[in-house]
Structures are given as structure tokens and as C-alpha cells.
Nanobody, 115 residues
Framework: QVQLVESGGGLVQAGGSLRLSCAAS????????MYWYRQAPGKQRELVAR???????NYADSVKGRFTISRDNAKNTVYLQMNSLKPEDTAVYYC?????????WGQGTQVTVSS
């Protein structure tokens, strides 16, 4: 059974950087878009970034210019480089892989940005 394993979260001061990774534990067929979402306490889960199978990217307005999503298809891995972090970026970050048949979710990794 395929699982998504996330890593890279942690505690960082405002203005700092973190790089999140999300790798599939098994082989995924017909992998299309890959996403990063986040959910802050008391708030709904929101889309942070998306990368398509052709590596076209989209970002939430709140992270444009600061976050960069990328993927390594050979490793079934997606990354999120987060720079100039702000306290409002504090949340649990989830990766999401979408195939022709189904979607997969990671377990979430905590990112905490102190002011």
C-alpha cells in the first residue's frame, strides 16, 4: 500500500527558511498533479501550491514569491521550499498526490514560525 511520508517541518524564526519533502513509499501509477495544503489551528485546510505533471505551478496569493514547489518524478517526491517565513505560515502542512484513479494524503508535518 502506498503511503506518503513527509519531512522537513520544524520551528523557525520569522524570516527563516524550511524545505518540506513528501515521498511515496511505493510505486504510484499515472501520477498527475501534486499539492501542498496547510491547516492552521481553528482554520480550514487551504491550498498552498500545486505542480502539474508538466511542472506548471500555481500558488496561493499569500505565499507567492516566497514558496517554491518542485517535483522529482523519478523519486515520486514533491518539495516545498519556504523562504521569508512569517508567523502566519504556522500550520500543519500536508502533501497530496492525485492520480487517474485516486488521491493520496500525507500525515502532515508541523511548521511553526516564531516572531
Amino acid at each position: 500500500q502506498v503511503q506518503l511520508v513527509e519531512s522537513g517541518g520544524g520551528l523557525v524564526q520569522a524570516g527563516g527558511s524550511l524545505r518540506l519533502s513528501c515521498a511515496a513509499s511505493g510505486r504510484i501509477f499515472r501520477l498527475n498533479a501534486m499539492y501542498w495544503y496547510r491547516q492552521a489551528p481553528g482554520k480550514q485546510r487551504e491550498l498552498v501550491a500545486r505542480i502539474t505533471s508538466l511542472s506548471s505551478t500555481n500558488y496561493a496569493d499569500s505565499v507567492k514569491g516566497r514558496f517554491t514547489i518542485s517535483r522529482d518524478n523519478a523519486k515520486n517526491t514533491v518539495y516545498l521550499q519556504m523562504n521569508s517565513l512569517k508567523p502566519e505560515d504556522t500550520a500543519v502542512y500536508y502533501c497530496n498526490f492525485v492520480t487517474d484513479l485516486r488521491e493520496y494524503w500525507g500525515q502532515g508535518t508541523q511548521v511553526t514560525v516564531s516572531s
